[in-house]
Nanobody, 124 residues
């Protein structure tokens, strides 16, 4: 299983960004996938999860601003981020092979495949 994130970059506060995660070598439509983020010195935070049936779970900090989606035909996971804040600055990683239903909160220990991450920087 291989995951590769893309689309990170720098954006001003209030702006939008969409990051992607291309998956290969697995049956990703059968298990939940998620987005996580981490900044130096802080614990990894589960941002969003999407289950095989399309149901989603979000961290309270991003509800109403972020949207997770996936294209099963392209084996690609997306995270649309709107109304970005400086506190959203982090390394964002995608994860796959999670449980059949998204855990709440989104727990990274339940996912077995990880990408390398893409940096998102929000400036004020």
């Amino acid at each position: 299983a291989q995951l590769a994130e893309s689309g990170g970059g720098s954006v001003e506060a209030g702006g939008s960004l969409r990051i992607s995660c291309s998956a290969s070598g697995g049956y990703y439509s059968l298990y939940s996938m998620g987005w996580f983020r981490q900044t130096p010195g802080k614990e990894r935070e589960g941002v969003a999860c999407i289950a095989p049936d399309g149901s989603t779970t979000y961290a309270d900090s991003v509800k109403g601003r972020f949207t997770i989606s996936k294209d099963n035909a392209k084996n690609t996971l997306y995270l649309e981020m709107n109304s970005l804040k400086s506190e959203d600055t982090a390394m964002y990683s995608c994860a796959a092979n999670g449980p059949n239903r998204c855990p709440a909160p989104v727990d990274g220990k339940l996912f077995t495949s990880w990408g390398q991450g893409t940096q998102v920087t929000v400036s004020t």
